[in-house]
C-alpha cells in the first residue's frame, strides 16, 4: 500500500512540475524568424534570404529566388513596403521561405512623387504617410491606408519655395502627436560643388491640417537628416526628438560645421537652445545615419577622415566605424568591428539590449555581429552571401 502511494506522490509531483514548465522552443527549418535583403553584387540584384539564426551558419541567396524589384524601404506587421517611381506604386510584399510576393499595389499615379529626398513616417499601424521634396523644389506627402493600399489624401505643405539655383537639402520629417517637424538646408543641387547653405530650417507643421505653425533657423549646423528614404536619421526617446545632422563630404561638406545632433523636447515646438550633441570633431570624422536602441543609446556611423583620399572612397571603399551615443551624458563609445563601406540602409537590428549589425567583408559577403549593449561584448554571427541592406525579425 504504501508503495502504491508514493508511486501516486511520484506522479502528481512530475504534474505539477510539468504544468509549471514551458514547452521549449523548437528550431523549425520551415520557419525561419529573420528576413534579411541582400544585394547580390554578382548577379546585380536584390533578393530575400530567411534566417534560423543571426549568430550560427552560412547563408545563400536560394537558387529559386525570385528578385526584389522595387526599392523597399520599411517593414512593419508582418509586411514589407517597396516604392517603384518609374512604376509610379507603392506595394505591399509578404516574405515567403525564398522571396517577396507582391500582395497589394497602390497606384500613387494621382500624386506628385519624387523619389530623391523623400521620407515616412508611421501616423498609426494602419496608415503611412509619405513625403517628398519633387527633388528639392516643394514639399508634398500622401497619407496611405495600407490595408486597402489606397491613397486616404495627399497635398503639398505650404512651406516657403527656395530660391534659383537653390533646392531643400538634407531633408527630415518626423510627426509626433498632432506636429510634423519638417526640417532641411538650402543648397545648389547635387551637381554643384558649393556647399550647403550655414542654416538648418525647421517649419512645424499641425497635422491633420497640415498648415505651418512656425518657421524656425539655427546655425549650429546644416544638412538636418538626409534624401534617402530608407535610412534612419533620428529617433523618439521618452517623446524627445532627435535628429542627425551631416553635413560632411559625403551629403556637399561644409567647411565650419560639423556633425551634430539636436533635440526637441517633449511638449515643445523648437530645436532645443540648451542642446546640441556634437559627436565628433571637424577635422578627423563625419557621423551618418542614427539608429535607436533604445534607453537614450543610438548607434551612428563614422567615416574616419584619413581613411577618404577623393570622394569615390565614399562610394567604394570601407571608410566606417561604429559608435555607440549616449544622448544624455553626450559620450560615445567605438565598437570594435571592422570597417565598413559607408551605405545608407537598415543594416542594423534592436531586439532588446541586443544590436545586429551586418558588416560588408569587402566582397560580396557580409557577416553579421552582435553587440551586447551594457557590457559591451561583441560577437561574430552569420555569414550572409550578399551586401546587407535590411534586418528585420518577422512576424
Known amino acids: 500500500m504504501s508503495r502504491i502511494c508514493t508511486l501516486i506522490a511520484v506522479l502528481l509531483t512530475s504534474l505539477f512540475i510539468s504544468c509549471d514548465k514551458k514547452p521549449a522552443d523548437k528550431a523549425n527549418p520551415n520557419e525561419r524568424p529573420y528576413g534579411i535583403l541582400v544585394y547580390s553584387a554578382d548577379a546585380e540584384k536584390e ?30 506587421d508582418g509586411s514589407y513596403y517597396g516604392i517603384d517611381e518609374n ?4 506595394t505591399r510584399y509578404k516574405p515567403t521561405e525564398n522571396e517577396l510576393v507582391a500582395d497589394k499595389v497602390c497606384s500613387l499615379d494621382t500624386i506628385p512623387w519624387k523619389y530623391f529626398s523623400s521620407w515616412y513616417d508611421w501616423v498609426s499601424p494602419d496608415t503611412l504617410l509619405i513625403g517628398s521634396t519633387m527633388e528639392g523644389s516643394q514639399f508634398v506627402y500622401a497619407l496611405v491606408d495600407v490595408r486597402t493600399m489606397t491613397v486616404a489624401s495627399h497635398g503639398t505643405f505650404d512651406i516657403p519655395f527656395p530660391v534659383k539655383p537653390e533646392y531643400y537639402g538634407g531633408v527630415f520629417a518626423k ?47 546644416t544638412w538636418p537628416g538626409g534624401y534617402f528614404l530608407h535610412a534612419p536619421f533620428s529617433l523618439v526617446n521618452n517623446g524627445d526628438i532627435y535628429l542627425l545632422t551631416q553635413p560632411g563630404g559625403r551629403t556637399h561638406n561644409h567647411p565650419t560645421k560639423s556633425t551634430g545632433i539636436y533635440r526637441i523636447k517633449k511638449g515643445e515646438d523648437k530645436l532645443d537652445p540648451t542642446y546640441f550633441f556634437r559627436p565628433t570633431d571637424q577635422q578627423n570624422q563625419e557621423g551618418y545615419l542614427l539608429y535607436d536602441l533604445g534607453n537614450g543609446k543610438a548607434l551612428i556611423k563614422m567615416v574616419e577622415k584619413k581613411r577618404v583620399n577623393r570622394y569615390m572612397d ?23 568591428l571592422p570597417p565598413d563601406r559607408l551605405k545608407f540602409e537598415y ?15 569587402g566582397n560580396n559577403e557580409s557577416t553579421i555581429w552582435r553587440y551586447h549593449v551594457p557590457s559591451g561584448k561583441l560577437t561574430e554571427g552569420i555569414t550572409i552571401d550578399g551586401q546587407v541592406y535590411m534586418i528585420n525579425r518577422l512576424q
Not at 530567411?50 to 547563408?59: F, I, P
Not at 537558387?63 to 522595387?70: C, G, H, I, L, N
Open 47 to 76: 533578393f530575400l534570404i530567411r534566417a534560423e539564426s543571426l549568430m550560427e551558419g552560412s547563408y545563400e541567396v536560394p537558387k529559386t529566388a525570385r528578385q526584389v524589384e522595387p526599392i523597399v524601404f520599411a517593414y512593419k
Open 87 to 90: 512604376k509610379r506604386s507603392l
Open 175 to 221: 510627426l509626433r502627436d498632432n506636429r510634423i517637424y519638417i526640417a532641411y538646408t538650402l543648397y545648389e543641387g547635387v551637381n554643384s560643388l558649393a556647399p550647403a547653405r550655414d542654416t538648418t530650417y525647421m517649419a512645424v507643421v499641425e497635422y491633420p491640417s497640415m498648415k505651418t505653425l512656425d518657421l524656425q533657423k539655427d546655425t549650429r549646423s
Open 314 to 336: 565614399y562610394l567604394e571603399k570601407r571608410i566606417v566605424d561604429y559608435y555607440i551615443l549616449d544622448l544624455y551624458t553626450q559620450k560615445k563609445t567605438r565598437i570594435d
Open 347 to 361: 543594416n542594423v537590428l534592436v531586439e532588446n539590449d541586443q544590436v545586429y549589425v551586418a558588416v560588408n567583408n
